[in-house]
């Protein structure tokens, strides 16, 4: 069975009106994580990833290079329990 992670992700730098969440979306979408990602009123992106392990690293590899012209700067990260409670990976409003 492979390894399911949970990681919350704060996203900061030139992410917000460069459709960085829909790009996240269809990146999390092809890579079968679940959760949801949302716009910050400080200018920052903030989403949760659900999935294997794998895919969890390959999605923060993807967010570090993220296509532009989105430019992320730094990227906080926090491990959390897995809990499966997500069907899907969302943009939350």
Known sequence: ???????????????QGVFFRANTQNQAQKLELTGWVQNLTDGRVEAVFEGEEEKIKEMLGWIKNSPFPAKVKSI????????GEFNNFEIRY
């Open 1 to 15: 069975m492979p390894n399911k992670k949970r990681i919350h992700v704060f996203i900061s730098g030139r992410v």
């Open 76 to 83: 906080e990260i926090e491990e959390e329990s897995f809990k």
